[in-house]
Nanobody, 114 residues
Framework: VQLQASGGGLVQGGGSLRLSCAASGSVRSIKVMGWYRQSPGKQRELVATMDNDGITNYKDSVKGRFTISRDNAKSTVYLQMNSLKPEDTAVYYC?????????WGKGTLVTVSS
């Protein structure tokens, strides 16, 4: 599985961004898709995931602000980020997982200015 993410950039606090990630290759094996992020000096952390049944999981601090969605026909996962805060600044990574393997896309940088 290969993942291609896009949509990062610079935004003012309170603004919005939408990240997209398209999967290719053995997409039928994918069980879960989602987004993780990593800030300088910190470990990579889960932001949001959605499984094939549409069940979602969010980091507490993004609940009510971020929304994950999937277009299974396009093998694409989205992350709509609203009310962005400077602490959301990070490199965001797309993730897809099957029963045994985690696949990662190249990160996309999101910078939120105060």
């Amino acid at each position: 599985v290969q993942l291609q993410a896009s949509g990062g950039g610079l935004v003012q606090g309170g603004g919005s961004l939408r990240l997209s990630c398209a999967a290719s290759g053995s997409v039928r094996s994918i069980k879960v898709m989602g987004w993780y992020r990593q800030s300088p000096g910190k470990q990579r952390e889960l932001v949001a995931t959605m499984d094939n049944d549409g069940i979602t999981n969010y980091k507490d601090s993004v609940k009510g602000r971020f929304t994950i969605s999937r277009d299974n026909a396009k093998s694409t996962v989205y992350l709509q980020m609203n009310s962005l805060k400077p602490e959301d600044t990070a490199v965001y990574y797309c993730n897809a997982a099957d029963w045994a393997i985690d696949y990662w896309g190249k990160g996309t940088l999101v910078t939120v200015s105060s």
